[in-house]
T-cell receptor, first 112, second 117 residues
């Protein structure tokens, strides 16, 4: 059974810092990996999708990398802002059309 | 990306009652997923709802407790039956990318926040 782990569980940084969130998964036979943002009590916003054949994806200040063979992904946030404060979730899909396996998330607080 | 709406956005219910949550998508999709997120936890898949067939439930979830309807390709409901405080969670529906690409990027509704007293 696929298990997804995210480290750290919580992180607090001052505004302007660059930071890295980590995600690991036990079964490397994934179809893709997706990073989400969740604000308190809200739904999920898709940030980045990395297909299994890709090494990284970028969107604005966000960069996600994937090392499928070692079962790891990182989400890099550059020049963090208070508006980045949220929980970041990593999820993997075993195949197209399948549901996602989620990690427990990293709760990020960016202080002014 | 798909635009997904859910109703209600939140509710407070009494023990023993039932609540039906609606999920509406702005495009036709074959597959829809229902997840539960208990307080402080990550998302857990409840069931997969395919139009024209019975929903497929994950281990630990049963149809009597969480009946699902899928009357057409844009709509689904999840009912939480005979509720107890342990059912207090955020319930979310999601759909895979419907643009015809095989990337399986998944999009989520805003969630329904349920509190059971």
């Amino acid at each position: 059974k696929q298990e997804v782990t995210q480290i750290p569980a919580a992180l607090s940084v001052p505004e302007g810092e660059n930071l890295v969130l980590n995600c690991s998964f036990t079964d490397s036979a994934i179809y893709n990996l997706q990073w989400f943002r969740q604000d308190p009590g809200k739904g999920l916003t898709s940030l980045l999708l990395i297909q299994s054949s890709q090494r990284e994806q970028t969107s604005g200040r966000l960069n996600a990398s994937l090392d499928k063979s070692s079962g790891r992904s990182t989400l890099y946030i550059a020049a963090s802002q208070p508006g980045d404060s949220a929980t970041y979730l990593c999820a993997v899909s075993p195949n197209s059309g399948y549901a996602l396996n989620f990690g427990k998330g990293t709760s990020l607080l960016v202080t002014p | 990306s798909a635009v997904i709406s859910q109703k209600p956005s939140r509710d407070i219910c009494q023990r023993g009652t039932s609540l039906t949550i609606q999920c509406q998508v702005d495009s036709q999709v074959t597959m829809m997923f229902w997840y539960r997120q208990q307080p402080g936890q990550s998302l857990t898949l409840i069931a997969t709802a395919n139009q024209g067939s019975e929903a497929t439930y994950e281990s630990g979830f049963v149809i009597d407790k969480f009946p699902i309807s899928r009357p057409n390709l844009t709509f689904s409901t999840l009912t939480v039956s005979n509720m107890s405080p342990e059912d207090s969670s955020i319930y979310l529906c999601s759909v895979p990318d419907i643009a015809g690409r095989a990337y399986n990027e998944q999009f989520f509704g805003p969630g329904t926040r349920l509190t059971v007293l």
